[in-house]
């Protein structure tokens, strides 16, 4: 395919056989080709919705504590960081693996308080930060 751009137009060539006949479209491609550009426009809005949830949330932070009951080192392409922690309110009594970053991975301990900080959201939908403050 070429793109050629002349002044105030847009002319798009597409190289193909000259003996080859032009595919009729069906309607089932029509449908499978309208549900993929819906399953990724769902998932771009799903990624851009949570940073501004998170940029734009002012509110106050609640802060629970919980106890570290594990801690978990990925490897891949990147290293990520885990904590196995006991629940804190509004998880309903589940044990949680949160994703750290390395300092506060290596300032930690099984055993150890970890202080969360739970957001409103900007778009009400809460989200926590694991802190290094205590």
């Known amino acids: ?12 060539l597409f190289c193909a056989d000259p003996a080859e006949k032009e595919l009729p479209k069906k309607s089932s491609t029509k449908v499978l080709t309208f549900l993929s550009v819906l399953f990724f426009i769902t998932l771009y809005a799903f990624g851009a919705i949570l940073p501004v949830n998170c940029v734009f949330d002012k509110s106050k932070p609640e ?6 009951l594990g801690q978990n080192v990925s ?5 990520k960081y885990y904590f196995d922690v006991a629940s804190w309110p509004k998880t309903e009594g589940k044990k949680k693996q949160i994703s750290v970053g390395k300092g506060l991975y290596e300032k930690k301990k099984v055993g150890d308080q970890l202080t969360i900080k739970i957001y409103k959201g900007a778009l009400g939908l809460p989200w926590y930060r694991p802190s290094l403050d205590e």
Do not use: D, N, V, Y
Not at 75 to 79: A, F, P
């Open 75 to 79: 490897h891949g392409k990147t290293t």
């Open 63 to 68: 802060t629970f504590s919980t106890k570290i």
């Open 1 to 12: 395919m070429f793109l050629i751009a002349r002044p105030g137009k847009i002319i798009l």
